[in-house]
């Protein structure tokens, strides 16, 4: 796979930090282990050095054989070369900088992509926060039909703000699950 070279913080990088790093008790706003806080971009940057890779902390502590993070697992190659593509682009924090996809809201091909970049790290079979596991389609339509996906995601007042301790997601990516929420969310 190849690291594309307009990398966006927002839809690219800012995912694979809250998604593998701000789970509770780890770099989340609330514990903020070893001072690091990862789930803004903020907190993510105080341990890098923009356009030096090999001078960030962060970035140190994720690549080769045996990293130190994330802890239980490891980033894939891609995730890694992404981060350091973006440090040494200057790490910017950038939104909205890709083509919004107004086409493709298939379950497989675009919702459940997002769902597992931005929910699954708190809403899996091991950790159901709320009561809801994402890694399955019977699990995303359990909070549909409970009246809790669209106003969390949207951060709306009586509702829950997912992703938990992070700024909203990008607005492609949440028109893409009202789209398809309105379409009467197909598992297809």
Not at 34 to 60: C, D, W
Not at 70 to 95: D, F, H, M
Request: glycine share 8%; with cysteine.
């Amino acid at each position: 796979n190849k690291v594309d070279p307009d990398i966006c913080f927002q839809t690219d990088i800012l995912p694979i930090f809250f998604f593998f790093f701000s789970m509770q008790g780890c770099h989340d706003a609330s514990t903020h282990a070893e001072g690091y806080t990862f789930s803004n971009y903020e907190g993510i940057m105080k341990g890098i050095k923009a356009n030096h890779p090999f001078q960030s902390e962060v970035y140190l502590s994720i690549r080769g054989n045996n990293p130190s993070m994330p802890r239980g697992q490891k980033l894939s190659e891609l995730e890694v070369s992404y981060i350091k593509t973006w440090i040494k682009l200057g790490a910017a924090n950038t939104s909205d900088c890709k083509t919004c996809d107004t086409v493709d809201f298939t379950y497989s091909g675009r919702i459940e992509p997002i769902l597992n970049s931005w929910c699954l790290g708190c809403h899996n079979p091991n950790q159901s926060d709320g009561g809801y596991d994402f890694s399955t389609y019977a699990g995303v339509v359990d909070a549909i039909n409970n009246n809790r996906l669209m106003g969390s995601i949207y951060q709306q007042n009586g509702f829950t703000a997912m992703p938990k301790d992070a700024a909203k997601m990008d607005d492609c990516s949440i028109n893409a699950i009202q789209k398809w929420v309105d379409a009467g969310f197909p598992n297809n």
